[in-house]
């Protein structure tokens, strides 16, 4: 199986962000087997970055993690509050893993604390969703292909009692844990810490909303986005994984 992960540095470590599914590979909410004929739990993860050396060549970075300890419990984190329920989840990077955050970090680290958006996305928003659709990359190792979409459910209403909503674009398996940012481009808003003074977004403005977590069904191009903000919630008071719950 191949998923997408993203790095947060935050006071409690660095960690990988993905999907719970990706790292237990069973479903979200009813915690099944992804796979019913391969009734069987994850044991490692391989984690692929590129870096550059000092000459500016690309470099792969390779790591490997268990995601079970030898007293079988998960080594990831959770959401306190809605486990498996929420596809969302972080490994943290042990140690030897350091090099490969820094390579997974070269481009601008996400800013996730959605109490800080400068714009707030809404219905139908364009949003760049960046990951590996069927497994293949954007012409090197590590680098991701960017996918467009929009926003085709209101930001703030939650989908199913959760705090999700959906976006409408033609993502593909190897795309679950991708950060999905907004492309604000040509919008008018007012700079944090400068009132009275507005602002044109330039092209390149991209905001971190939320992670992609698969379609809603193998025939419809609506997939789920979990809010930014459970990556906090997770990061700041994740429990151990449920592998077997």
Known sequence: MTGTGFIVVSPRGRFLITN????????????????????????????????????????????????????????????????????????????????????????????????????????????????????????ATGVGVWVQGTIASEFHLPIDGLPRFLVDSRTRPGMSGSPVYLNPAGRMYNPVGREGLYSVAPEDTTQLVGIYSGRVSSDSDLGFVWHAKTILEVIDGGVPGSVFS
């Open 20 to 139: 719970r599914h990706v790292l237990s590979g069973r479903k979200p909410g009813s915690n099944e087997y992804l796979d019913p004929k391969r009734r069987v739990n994850p044991t490692s993860i391989r984690i692929t970055a590129t870096t550059q050396d000092d000459e500016g060549v690309l470099v792969k970075q390779t790591s490997t993690m268990q995601l079970i300890t030898s007293e079988l419990d998960a080594t990831w984190i959770e959401h306190p509050d809605g486990g498996a329920d929420i596809d969302v989840s972080a490994l943290c990077l042990a140690d030897e893993a350091v090099s490969l955050a820094h390579a997974l970090n070269m481009q601008r680290p996400p800013v996730i604390d959605d109490s800080e958006y400068r714009f707030t996305p809404a219905v139908p928003d364009r949003v760049m969703i960046v990951g590996y659709p069927f497994g293949r990359n954007g012409g």
